[in-house]
């Protein structure tokens, strides 16, 4: 224990560690060599490499350490308020949660290639891009048929003084501000009647031709961006939400992973439909490596499951069977893994006829094993209700800390969809009788919640053996044995 008080003690520490560290700042400057020359490396500063190395202060040698934090790190009082906090590893996303797709490109040999698609390069282009070429275009065509008209007027002798009768190629110009007004009320077609054109110059006559063509084709070609932009499909995708978590669980017998989609407006998306890919690195047996590898999760396109109605919320699933990523897959594989989970719904839009996408992701740590989504839909007053509040809310509910694989070894699917695919890999199965207790497992979700459950998620009053829990040995119900 220490003869000073803590406050004090706390001040002479800080005292002694900013002393130590202006000390070893002068050691450096005295140290420093004036010449580089053939000094190798390492000898040229010595007080700079204890320095670097900590032994001018422990806190000196890391960057990330203050004063305080070295001395309340050394001190066993203090300890814990200064105490390091590990930063949480972020996995990097390939889609953003709003849909954005988190993919720069660089390095792009022909940038040419954007002009050729001007319209859809113009569209792209944020607003305030879009009105400072909508301003820029319009005031640019006026300046230079303003010009121009200048030009013309002032080859005719407009701008000379006359005695008697002379008709200029345009009224009331006198100059570049007038021949500038002239042009944008001939673009703008407004016409105040002052100034006009006369016969009198064939190449006036043209160029007031030429200059309404091009009005027209600027006016065109500028409203139509700002219509289209204005019009896009991607904005009805802010009304098409995703749960912001997806869950796996069983579901009519089979272990599904699910999420949930819906549509907040009433005019309806038509012929909507969700697809669902995985993208993950891999290398090949060749040894090749592929850094976004997409794969297809089955969301039940043979049987046109991933065709919605999409009137209430609707929960998507994807049957985690053989040919699914997850199914060896145990829990904290799936959190450890390193992949995400791509969700895409795409459909018509009704009210306008042009085709939407909403696009969202799920990472690793956003999946919830043994989670089911809670209800929302609800019949109050003769009409269907729909809870958005409870939109992301899930359920827990008992399900094994394993894989698919020895889940569905040992259970007996009770689907219809899922009965035929599995009856063979069943018949194939070595079954067994539990002479201990002469209980036949059919489902090991079938016991309440309350009831207490082993470290495999069984119910212990199942009196199921050691090698059963552990999905060594399949049980089948005891009418297929």
């Known amino acids: 224990m220490s003869l000073y008080p803590y406050p004090q003690l706390v001040k002479l520490k800080r005292e002694y560690l900013v002393e130590?560290?202006?000390?070893?700042?002068?050691?450096?400057?005295?140290?420093?060599?004036?010449?580089?020359?053939?000094?190798?490396?390492?000898?040229?500063?010595?007080?700079?490499?204890?320095?670097?190395?900590?032994?001018?202060?422990?806190?000196?040698?890391?960057?990330?350490?203050?004063?305080?934090?070295?001395?309340?790190?050394?001190?066993?009082?203090?300890?814990?308020?200064?105490?390091?906090?590990?930063?949480?590893?972020?996995?990097?996303?390939?889609?953003?949660?709003?849909?954005?797709?988190?993919?720069?490109?660089?390095?792009?040999?022909?940038?040419?290639?954007?002009?050729?698609?001007?319209?859809?390069?113009?569209?792209?282009?944020?607003?305030?891009?879009?009105?400072?070429?909508?301003?820029?275009?319009?005031?640019?065509?006026?300046?230079?048929?303003?010009?121009?008209?200048?030009?013309?007027?002032?080859?005719?002798?407009?701008?000379?003084?006359?005695?008697?009768?002379?008709?200029?190629?345009?009224?009331?110009?006198?100059?570049?501000?007038?021949?500038?007004?002239?042009?944008?009320?001939?673009?703008?077609?407004?016409?105040?009647?002052?100034?006009?054109?006369?016969?009198?110059?064939?190449?006036?006559?043209?160029?007031?031709?030429?200059?309404?063509?091009?009005?027209?084709?600027?006016?065109?070609?500028?409203?139509?961006?700002?219509?289209?932009?204005?019009?896009?499909?991607?904005?009805?995708?802010?009304?098409?939400?995703?749960?912001?978590?997806?869950?796996?669980?069983?579901?009519?017998?089979?272990?599904?992973?699910?999420?949930?989609?819906?549509?907040?407006?009433?005019?309806h998306i038509v012929e909507a439909h969700v697809r669902a890919q995985l993208i993950r690195s891999y290398t090949t047996p060749e040894g090749e490596f592929i850094p976004v590898l997409q794969e297809d999760l089955d969301v039940g396109y043979d049987d046109g499951l991933d065709r919605l109605f999409l009137v209430t919320p609707v929960v998507v699933c994807h049957e985690i069977d053989e040919d699914s990523p997850f199914w060896d897959m145990t829990p904290d594989e799936i959190l450890a893994g390193d992949f995400e989970v791509v969700v895409i719904l795409e459909g018509t839009v009704e009210a306008t006829g042009m085709t939407t996408q909403a696009r969202s992701s799920y990472t690793p740590d956003e999946i919830r094993w043994g989670h089911r989504f809670e209800p929302i839909t609800t019949i109050e007053d003769g009409r269907y209700q729909v809870d958005y509040s409870k939109f992301n809310t899930t359920v827990e509910i008992p399900t094994p800390k394993v894989s698919s694989r020895e889940i569905m070894g040992f259970s007996t699917p009770t689907s219809k969809r899922s009965s035929s695919r599995r009856s063979s890999s069943l018949s194939s199965g070595k079954s067994i009788d539990d002479e201990s207790s002469g209980v036949v497992f059919e489902d090991e979700l079938n016991g309440s919640v309350g009831n207490a459950v082993d470290k495999y998620g069984y119910p212990m009053s199942s009196g199921l053996s050691e090698e059963v829990r552990t999905g060594r040995v399949r049980v089948i119900p005891e009418s297929k044995v």
């Open 20 to 267: 130590k560290k202006e000390k070893c700042k002068t050691d450096l400057r005295r140290e420093r060599p004036r010449s580089r020359g053939l000094v190798p490396k390492k000898a040229r500063f010595p007080a700079w490499q204890h320095f670097r190395n900590g032994d001018c202060g422990t806190m000196l040698g890391r960057k990330t350490f203050t004063a305080d934090q070295y001395l309340y790190s050394k001190s066993p009082l203090l300890h814990h308020d200064f105490k390091q906090k590990k930063k949480k590893h972020v996995r990097q996303r390939f889609v953003e949660k709003n849909g954005h797709c988190n993919v720069s490109h660089g390095n792009i040999r022909e940038p040419t290639r954007y002009l050729v698609d001007i319209f859809t390069t113009v569209i792209d282009l944020k607003w305030r891009y879009n009105l400072f070429i909508f301003s820029s275009v319009f005031i640019t065509s006026w300046l230079c048929f303003g010009f121009i008209w200048w030009v013309i007027c002032f080859a005719h002798g407009d701008f000379d003084p006359h005695e008697g009768e002379f008709t200029p190629c345009v009224n009331q110009v006198y100059g570049f501000t007038s021949a500038f007004l002239f042009s944008v009320e001939t673009q703008t077609t407004i016409g105040y009647g002052s100034r006009h054109i006369t016969p009198e110059c064939p190449e006036a006559v043209f160029l007031l031709l030429l200059q309404c063509i091009c009005g027209l084709i600027i006016n065109a070609f500028l409203l139509g961006c700002i219509f289209a932009k204005v019009a896009q499909p991607k904005k009805r995708a802010h009304t098409l939400m995703f749960s912001n978590v997806c869950t796996i669980s069983k579901r009519d017998g089979v272990m599904c992973l699910m999420f949930r989609v819906g549509d907040l407006r009433k005019s």
